[in-house]
């Protein structure tokens, strides 16, 4: 059980990287992405490519961060001069085409079946020390994402996104290139989900092309619109409720005994129902956006 | 060359339907309703559920269609009208809610193996080249039809005429006395009978499942994003078009591209195509390729 908590945890702090780096885009630049799993998958396999070469982690770091970095300035280029509905679209498009790419492309990707073994993180350590070194690791940098994104969005820079999401016509009228305010908040929050990908890697110690299917994204979605859109805390808070629920469904159905569609009915409905519940009657989530706040 | 033309035609039907009703009830409603594919998956598996009541198969798709179309004024009322007070990104979030708590419902009343009409099997004929079944030539028949009764009503009926009009300009039609509410709503019970329709289609030609919806989610967006989102007939030809690219991908030899005698890419890419198709499009014409409309920023 103790080992369940670990997991569920580390998984928690994987989720709580994604949704503060979509908060980055969705929440305060207003950026509508439905393909943000993909920015993820550069990380995962950027981390499997290195090591079915042989050329080390750092190189899988350093790859999948390229990859998603290069991914953000194609999204942004697409979103110059589209609405958000359409971009949304868009995106989600893109993201399909790479995974079509990654289950086909077995040469390089080592298609459906993905890449297996990559080492764990800490691998060496004795059993109960190993994964909470890992989880330690993924808190750290959750939390450094976390002031990172607080710095980002606190200051003028931070207004400037806002404005951006809220009055496009306004921030252009005053002398801000849109372009390259939309450009900034994609390339670091696909950084930082590359980040989160390569981690996630090295902890499944697998990648394949079923982890990135666009149901991911939509879980991240849900999570920063019941933890609350515009608030980093919020994002955070929302992954980790969500990852919570939905690791305990299994257990509800063992209890009650019910067929295993339920796990999979019941994880579209939290995530569903949960997106809806809160877009219906509470919009700004548990964690409300601040109006205002402090000005550097 | 027949062939490739029928499977032209049949991958179009596959599509159009759904695309049209997302192009229709976007005109009015100024959001991409991603639950709308869903729609069409409800329409073949309440035909499939009527059919299993003692039904004819006839009846019980115009049954199934008609109480689809319920469902949509329903979840517009009481879901979509809400959300879209808060702009339109958030209500296409809404709709991606809705279309993954009918997943649930799916999977909950139908569970997760695939199903088929009740039909009698027929031999496949022979039209000029080309091989083609009964069920298939019914599906072209359906959606030809359905797209001819829709061009009539948009432009030789009172409704369709108040349609466009509430479509163009919502507060100049409201002054002539339009019940923009009473026409929104029509619009959106069929789009529902549409897309419900299209599903039935889609579930003639083979088998239904609870992806089906997933699976044609962005071809159709595809269709009607290309074809200008709010133009109904754009979508159909947004449809052909995604259809060639599918099928051709799929049928011509890259070989001697990089010689070597044979070399097709595997069929997974067919849909990869139009998502492709999609974003170029997007690039160069950011409102799809019949819309001459701009908007800014």
């Not at chain 1, 809220?166 to 450009?183: H, I, K, M, T, V």
């Not at chain 2, 009698?120 to 359906?142: C, E, F, K, N, Y």
Request: glycine content about 12%.
């Amino acid at each position: 059980m103790f080992e369940f908590l670990i997991h569920v945890s580390t998984m928690a702090c994987l989720f709580g990287l994604l949704a503060l780096s979509l908060n980055l885009q969705v929440g305060f630049a207003g950026l509508v992405n439905f393909g943000h799993i993909a920015l993820f998958g550069c990380g995962t396999y950027g981390a499997a490519i290195a090591f079915a070469n042989q050329w080390g982690p750092l190189a899988g770091l350093l790859l999948g961060g390229a990859a998603a970095a290069l991914l953000a300035l194609a999204f942004a280029r697409l979103g110059r001069n589209l609405g958000a509905d359409y971009w949304g679209i868009a995106t989600l498009s893109i993201a399909e085409i790479l995974r079509t790419f990654a289950t086909n492309e077995q040469w390089l990707t080592g298609g459906a079946q993905g890449i297996h073994g990559l080492p764990m993180l800490f691998g060496s350590l004795p059993t109960p020390w190993g994964p909470l070194a890992t989880l330690a690791l993924c808190a750290v940098l959750l939390a450094a994402c976390w002031a990172l994104c607080q710095r980002l969005v606190n200051g003028r820079y931070g207004l400037a996104l806002k404005l951006l999401r809220e009055e496009p016509q306004l921030a252009s009228s005053l002398g801000y290139d849109l372009a390259a305010l939309r450009r900034t908040p994609l390339v670091i929050s696909g950084l930082i989900a590359a980040v989160a990908g390569f981690l996630f890697a090295h902890y499944a110690t697998f990648v394949g092309p079923d982890q990135l299917y666009s149901a991911e994204t939509f879980l991240i979605w849900s999570m920063l619109i019941v933890g609350g859109l515009g608030n980093n805390l919020g994002a955070v808070a929302g992954a980790f409720l969500m990852q919570f629920l939905l690791a305990y469904v299994p257990f509800v159905k063992d209890a009650l005994g019910l067929p295993s569609e339920f796990v999979a009915a019941m994880r579209l409905t939290l995530v569903g129902g949960g997106l809806l519940a809160f877009l219906l009657w509470r919009t700004q989530g548990l964690i409300p956006e601040r109006i205002g706040g402090r000005h550097a | 060359m027949v062939q490739f033309l029928s499977d032209v035609l049949i991958r179009t039907v596959d599509l159009a339907l759904i695309a049209v009703g997302l192009s229709c009830v976007y005109s009015l409603i100024r959001f991409p309703n991603i639950a709308l594919v869903q729609y069409a998956v409800a329409g073949s598996f309440l035909a499939l559920l009527l059919q299993g009541a003692g039904l004819p198969l006839p009846v019980a798709g115009l049954l199934a269609c008609l109480l689809v179309g319920g469902l949509a004024v329903l979840l517009n009322v009481t879901v979509f009208e809400r959300l879209l007070a808060s702009g339109s990104a958030i209500a296409m979030v809404g709709s991606l809610a809705v279309t993954m708590i009918l997943s649930a419902v799916f999977l909950v009343v139908f569970g997760p193996d695939s199903r088929r009409f009740d039909l009698d099997s027929h031999p496949v004929i022979r039209v000029l080249d080309a091989r083609l079944t009964v069920h298939q030539l019914t599906a072209v028949g359906l959606t030809a039809g359905a797209v001819i009764v829709l061009t009539l009503l948009l432009f030789r009926t009172t409704l369709g005429r108040s349609m466009r009009a509430t479509a163009t300009n919502r507060v100049l039609a409201a002054a002539t006395g339009i019940d923009a509410r009473l026409i929104t709503n029509s619009v959106v019970f069929l789009s529902g009978v549409l897309a419900a329709l299209g599903g039935i289609g889609l579930a003639l030609k083979g088998e239904m499942n609870i992806q089906l919806g997933m699976d044609v989610l962005l071809p159709v967006f595809a269709a009607a994003i290309l074809g200008g989102l709010g133009n109904a007939l754009g979508a159909v030809a947004g449809a052909v078009i995604i259809a060639t690219a599918e099928t051709l991908v799929t049928n011509v030899n890259l070989g001697p591209l990089v010689g070597e005698p044979l070399l097709f890419l595997p069929a997974s890419y067919a849909t990869a195509m139009s998502f492709l198709i999609l974003v170029a499009a997007l690039l160069v014409r950011p409102h799809g390729l019949f819309v001459s409309e701009v908007k800014r920023v």
